[in-house]
Antibody, heavy 124, light 108 residues
Framework: QVQLQESGPGLVKPSQTLSLTCTVS??????????WSWIRQPAGKGLEWIGR???????NYNPSLKSRVTISVDTSKNQFSLKLSSVTAADTAVYYC????????????????WGQGTLVTVSS | EIVMTQSPATLSVSPGERATLSCRAS??????LAWYQQKPGQAPRLLIY???TRATGIPARFSGSGSGTEFTLTISSLQSEDFAVYYC??????????FGGGTKVEIK
């Protein structure tokens, strides 16, 4: 079964760029049947979709974060990555990567599975 | 952006009782709605998709209903492992995926 694992620095300074990688195991990120997404959750709060990428490199981002987000894919490593620039304390959160199937009716399905999440703290 | 509103924020239920959670969309999402369960320190787990289809391995005590803008997640007889936070999510607007604020189901 497919598993996802986030990795990256747990501490980022304000105004710098947050960089995370999601490694996919048990399946190929190039299968063409899925979108690959990033989602975040501040402590004690709800879930916020950040954006997604297709194996071709095509992306869609949350409009509220679009100016600061870049998601990329490295099919040779079976990984996709998140970069969030100009971070502030408000970007402190657990960051999850997740997979969503491409479905005919809506274009995209629900998120399944998810990675375990990684806490990123923005602080000097 | 489609806004998802969940109610109540907290639901106090005794083990063995039924729990009914609501989710409302600011505009129609057809049946493109999912429910997730999240326990402390864990990632969300998919319970229901297509508004009413249980995901693989999800017990039959979980059921979903609704379409358009009004949705319900029902847990027929709460077990100890069901006390958690539940989120709904619409995937009808694939350019802007959004979640509800969550309902915490706690032991009464």
């Amino acid at each position: 079964q497919v598993q996802l694992q986030e990795s990256g620095p747990g501490l980022v300074k304000p105004s710098q760029t947050l960089s995370l990688t999601c490694t996919v195991s048990g399946g190929s990120i190039s299968s063409g049947s899925y979108y690959w997404s990033w989602i975040r959750q501040p402590a004690g709060k709800g879930l916020e979709w950040i954006g997604r990428i297709y194996t071709s490199g095509s992306t869609n981002y949350n409009p509220s974060l679009k100016s600061r987000v870049t998601i990329s894919v490295d099919t040779s490593k079976n990984q996709f990555s998140l970069k969030l620039s100009s971070v502030t304390a408000a970007d402190t959160a657990v960051y999850y990567c997740a997979r969503a199937a491409i479905i005919a009716a809506a274009g995209i399905g629900p998120f399944d599975p998810w990675g375990q999440g990684t806490l990123v703290t923005v602080s000097s | 952006e489609i806004v998802m509103t969940q109610s109540p924020a907290t639901l106090s239920v005794s083990p063995g009782e039924r729990a009914t959670l609501s989710c409302r969309a600011s505009q129609s999402v057809s049946s493109n709605l999912a429910w997730y369960q999240q326990k402390p320190g864990q990632a969300p787990r998919l319970l229901i998709y297509g508004a009413s289809t249980r995901a693989t391995g999800i017990p039959a005590r979980f059921s979903g209903s609704g379409s358009g803008t009004e949705f319900t997640l029902t847990i027929s007889s709460l077990q100890s492992e069901d006390f958690a936070v539940y989120y709904c999510q619409q995937y009808n607007n694939w350019r802007g995926l959004t979640f509800g604020g969550g309902t915490k189901v706690e032991i009464k």
